[in-house]
Nanobody
């Protein structure tokens, strides 16, 4: 599956932004979807993930309560709504798809994902 990410930009601290990621094919019954980010000089890290049906969501601790992942399977699109943004949220954000294997085990691991979008830059100014 091919993924194309949209969104990103420059936002002031405390502001909001939404990333979108469109898939080239139907992902609702096959793929868990995730968002990762990579800040300058740092390794890529897990941000959030959602199960193929949308019933289960997972977040890294630093964004819990501020970010919301969702998906619209009719549009083959996954979203990451980001509120109360902080300068430390500045990074390139990547969406990714993981072929569902019967469980969500490893959904936070980069190696679990088969396809990646191109990344979009988010800069949060203080």
């Amino acid at each position: 599956v091919q993924l194309q990410a949209f969104g990103g930009g420059l936002v002031q601290a405390g502001g909001s932004l939404r990333h979108s990621c469109a898939a080239s094919e139907r992902t609702s019954s096959n793929y868990n979807m995730g968002w990762f980010r990579q800040a300058p000089g740092k390794e890529r890290e897990f941000v959030a993930a959602i199960s193929w049906g949308g019933g289960r969501t997972y977040y890294t601790g630093s964004v819990n309560g501020r970010f919301t992942i969702s998906r619209d399977n009719a549009k083959n699109t996954v979203y990451l709504q980001m509120n109360s943004l902080k300068p430390e949220d500045t990074a390139v954000y990547y969406c990714a798809a993981a072929l569902y294997s019967g469980s969500d085990y490893g959904i936070q691991r980069i190696s679990r994902y088969d396809s990646w979008g191109q990344g979009t830059q988010l800069t949060v100014s203080s």
